[in-house]
């Protein structure tokens, strides 16, 4: 009987001494990543694709760190308080996302004083180098865009244009780039018109364009349903001019969905098809059984890629995986040809598009 209680005892000892030893090195002391994106609100059809595209990489990697996704509701003071949770409470090392100048704008100071790495999938607006120290943009900065679109405009004959734009900081950042190369192909900017987010009534700015008689029109406003609205009245008022707009809203499978009837012969500029985005799309459609709604989920999946790789070589810290994302040149990812350059992926080609319908076409490559 001795013997058996001996032998029992040994058993259960052993049994502890196992457990422990597998549960000293436990999976949540890796690096963690974070996932930022907007899952509700007006972003929602950019982060819905930048989560996909996370999980994705997630499924496809070698490794499989913890991860925790927080959705910061296209709203600026969640974003805040979503980055913050992952930071001070998830304790993560990099954090994918968020989407859109707007909300980089909250989190710059939020990355440097914390000195957290955050990566996001699409945000266009240039910044000094000491704002994105602990910021990376897996897209080029907008101008790479602008300027072409204005040498297009400037080709059509316009010589005298309005600006039409939203109370916030992607608008700004955007007409800030335009306004300057508008200067520089000597379009005249006839009158400059700033709305709100909640403004649903445009027909005062559009009575007053009227009277203006531009060539064209360029409009930067920040929501799918504030351009569209704007479109509606113009329509409906009986009156058209050419207009432009950024990726940003011409690029909206939204905006195109609800409003394209009323946005015919619109223009705006374009990512080319990067060579392996049709890669992606089957990759992804067989995953999620639709196709991605936007370029974020592209995006999102290499920069996640990008960061595992980082975690797999050693990588732990914001600055360690930073680095090594620093130190990639010309990394063949589904989105583009990846070298950072002042923050951000360093260029892309672009094509012009025109709005017909929902369905865009090329103009000009």
């Given amino acids: 009987m001795k013997n058996i209680r001996q032998t029992l005892f040994c058993l259960i000892l052993l049994t502890s001494i196992l457990t422990v030893s597998c549960t000293s090195q436990p999976s949540d002391q890796s690096p963690k990543i974070g996932g930022l994106f907007a899952l509700t609100g007006y972003a929602a059809w950019v982060g819905e694709a930048s989560r996909d595209g996370f999980i994705m990489a997630m499924e496809d990697a070698d490794i499989q760190p913890p991860y925790i996704i927080q959705d910061f509701q296209s709203d600026l003071k969640t974003v805040a308080a979503a980055a913050q949770k992952l930071i001070d409470t998830d304790h993560v090392s990099v954090i994918i996302g968020p989407e859109w100048a707007e909300f980089g704008e909250v989190i710059f100071p939020i990355s440097l004083q914390q000195k957290t790495l955050f990566i996001s999938p699409w ?11 602990y910021y990376l943009s897996a897209t080029p900065n907008e101008r790479v865009q602008l300027h072409p679109l204005v040498q297009y405009m400037k080709k059509q004959g316009a010589h005298k244009i309005v600006l039409v734009y939203s109370n916030n900081a992607w608008s700004f950042g955007n007409i800030q780039i335009i306004k300057d190369e508008l200067n520089q192909a000597g379009i005249q900017v006839l009158e400059e018109f700033k709305i709100n987010d909640e403004d649903k009534d445009f ?6 364009i009227q009277q203006l008689k531009p060539d064209a029109i360029y409009t930067a406003i920040a929501t799918d349903d504030g351009q569209g609205t704007f479109n509606k009245q113009l329509f409906e008022l009986g009156l058209s001019y050419p207009m432009y707009l950024p990726y940003a809203r011409g690029g909206s499978h939204v905006f195109l969905e609800q409003y ?13 098809p990067y060579k392996n985005m049709e890669a992606f799309a089957r990759k992804y459609e067989e995953r999620f059984g639709k196709k991605p709604s936007a370029i974020s989920a592209a995006t999102t999946y290499d ?37 950072f350059e002042e923050g951000h992926v360093a260029s892309e080609e672009v094509v012009i598009k025109q709005i017909h319908g929902k369905n865009p076409s090329i103009l000009s490559e």
Avoid: C, H
Avoid at 123 to 133: H, I, R, S
Avoid at 261 to 271: H, N, R
Avoid at 313 to 332: F, M, P, Q, V
């Fill in 123 to 133: 945000m266009t607006f240039g910044y000094d180098a000491e704002k994105l120290k």
């Fill in 203 to 208: 027909r005062t700015e559009i009575l007053r």
């Fill in 260 to 272: 394209g009837q009323y946005a015919k012969g619109v223009v705006f500029p374009a990512p080319k």
């Fill in 303 to 339: 920069m996640t890629t990008l960061a595992l790789q980082a975690i797999q070589k050693g990588a732990s810290t914001s600055e360690e995986i930073r680095d090594y994302l620093l130190s990639i040149k010309n990394y063949e990812g589904y989105s583009n040809t990846i070298t």
